[in-house]
């Protein structure tokens, strides 16, 4: 079961993520597996806000929860590379990321993240009708 949480909410008096490592502790005792952290969106439109933000910019929260519970996480929050996805992982900030408005610049992300990554079958992380004509295409090209 997943939580989705405002790690922190950025507004005066609000939530920290002091406040959301504690509730995890909490949601974990209860039957809850996943913590997925995202943050803000608490005062105004988290979508339409203009102010700047850095790749990976939430990944800090999900890194702090998993720590402090001790509950598995999921790091949000213009995760845009697969590299960066990837790292976020294998660094142990998060066991999971999730993909959002990203997926709607890129669609083929997956197959793209497949690719960069170095998936030696690429293709399988599409449908079936998909891979089927890249797999084709692949053992057709020449080196």
Known sequence: MFYRAS????????ATVEDTVALARELRARGIDVIDCSSGGMAGSGSLSSRKIRQGYQVPYA?????????ATMAV??????????SIVAGGQADLVALGR??????????????????????????????????RRAAALED
Do not use: Q, T
Request: without cysteine; negative net charge; proline residues 7%.
């Open 7 to 14: 790690a922190v909410d950025g507004v005066e008096g609000g």
């Open 63 to 71: 890194a702090a929860v998993r720590e402090g519970a001790g509950i």
């Open 77 to 86: 929050g213009a995760i845009v590379s697969p590299a960066l996805a990837e």
């Open 102 to 135: 990203e997926l709607l610049a890129d669609p083929n992300w997956a197959y793209r993240a497949a690719r960069e990554l170095g998936m030696e079958r690429p293709w399988e992380v599409l449908p079936d009708k998909y891979a089927f004509y890249l797999e």
